[in-house]
């Protein structure tokens, strides 16, 4: 079984994913925040280095799309193909966020089941088309949730993924009403999984993978999935996936000298201090989980007006907290 490291919009850049993969390793794929799709079928400059091969180098980078428009997602499956070499691309129906669904997009796709079904079908014919005229389609996978308003709409869902099969699709299996909160609907994943695998779909679980427990506890129910995907998980313990796959916990010095890593390369990429502590800090409280016991020293850091005092209460909080 695989590790995915889960897109994150303003977190997972490929300075994080290329710092993590160097330290820690044990993801198999890496994902990038999602392309917005446009009628000029073009990128801006964050989603152009997203996907630029050198600013990933040594990664198995998956690029994602993010669209209501069938014919703009097969436009840019195709360019990403044909220019950047992609051999997967992945759909997000799945993105909760309230700026997204607003335009119809990610989960909000999953508030009106007839305008998924017809964007899926519509994006088949649209890529068989391509296909005709000699253009090398990659393979399509989806990530998605298991419903808008109400964890029942997933037998809806689940039917429209069975009559428009991608090769694998990811399920977090939270609706979107819930956002990230509340428990995850592990009934509705199995509905889904035995659904999908029937159809010969791979089936990749999302959420709430914190522990190298929790992804036991999956995979035991789940024995046939083809990977994990997990966010917030390895942005808290970037050890994680190779925990999972029997390695050791990241040490505090490890773990320091890769938070220093990612500050560095901010220095040199960003330069402004302001933006490189508010994405030093941003990246600070999701770490928050895998420590305890150091409440001031994390509020020490937090309030840091300087990248070198930022630096200075980073390696002091990690070397006096305790590691979860």
Known sequence: MEIYFAPMEGMTSPLLRRTHAAVFGGCDKYYSPFISTNEAISMNNKELEDVDHDQNSGLNLIPQIISNSAYQSAMYIKLLSEKYGYEEVNINLGCPSGTVVAKGKGSGM????????????????????????????????????????????????????????????????????QMYGGEVNLDAFAHMYD??????????????????????????????????????????????????????KASANEYSDYMEKILDGYILKIGVENFILAKMKDLCNFMKPFFSGNEKGFKEMCKADSVETFRVCMKQYIRNSKIY
């Open 110 to 177: 999953l508030r009106d089941p007839d305008a998924m079904d017809a964007y899926l079908g519509g994006l088949k014919e649209e890529l068989d088309k391509l296909s005709d005229e000699g253009v090398k389609i990659p393979k399509v996978s989806i990530k998605t949730r298991i419903g808008f308003y109400d964890p029942g709409e997933h037998i809806r869902i689940t039917q429209i993924l069975k009559a428009h099969p991608a090769f694998q699709v990811t399920v977090h299996p939270r609706t979107r009403k």
């Open 195 to 248: 659904e999908l695998k029937s159809e010969g779909v791979g089936i990749v679980y999302n959420g709430d993978i914190k522990r190298p427990e929790d992804c036991e506890r999956i995979t035991e129910r789940f024995p046939d999935l083809d990977a994990v995907m997990i966010g917030r998980g390895l942005l808290a313990d970037p050890s994680l996936a190779r925990r999972i796959k029997g390695g050791e």
